[in-house]
């Protein structure tokens, strides 16, 4: 069993920044990719970005260069720095776990319990 537990959403002004922490604990050594998925109201979960032990990374398209993501292999912990936020950031932000880099969401069945991100205009 792997638990992932996030920390640092809430709210903030479009312009600004947040910073996603999501640690992880368990059988680790069978986690290689840990990463950053999103769901807004209506939506279906998306890509936000993630990163593997040796750090590769892989991002939406739409989200580089306002994003980064990192990783601490020590504490296994993975980070997600948010900044010029917009309104339509907003969502639950899931922390996933796997072995291989996938974009879809089903790919991985490890998931943290979410954390809201809310960014007012």
């Known amino acids: 069993q792997v638990q992932l537990v996030e920390s640092g959403g809430g709210l903030v002004q479009a312009g600004g920044s947040l910073r996603l922490s999501c640690a992880a604990s368990?059988?680790?050594?069978?986690?290689?990719?840990m990463g950053w998925f999103r769901q807004g109201p209506g939506n279906q979960r998306e890509l936000v970005a993630v990163?593997?032990?040796?750090?590769?990374?892989k991002y939406a398209d739409s989200l580089k260069g306002r994003f980064t993501i990192s990783r601490d292999n020590a504490k296994n912990t993975v980070y997600l720095q948010m900044n010029s936020l917009k309104p339509e950031d907003t969502a639950v932000y899931y922390c996933?776990?796997?072995?291989?880099?996938?974009?879809?969401?089903?790919?991985?069945?490890?998931w943290g319990q979410g954390s809201q991100v809310a960014v007012s205009s």
């Open positions: 990163i593997t032990r040796g750090g590769s990374t």
């Open positions: 368990g059988s680790i050594s069978s986690i290689n990719v």
């Open positions: 996933a776990a796997g072995r291989r880099v996938y974009s879809r969401a089903d790919a991985y069945n490890h």
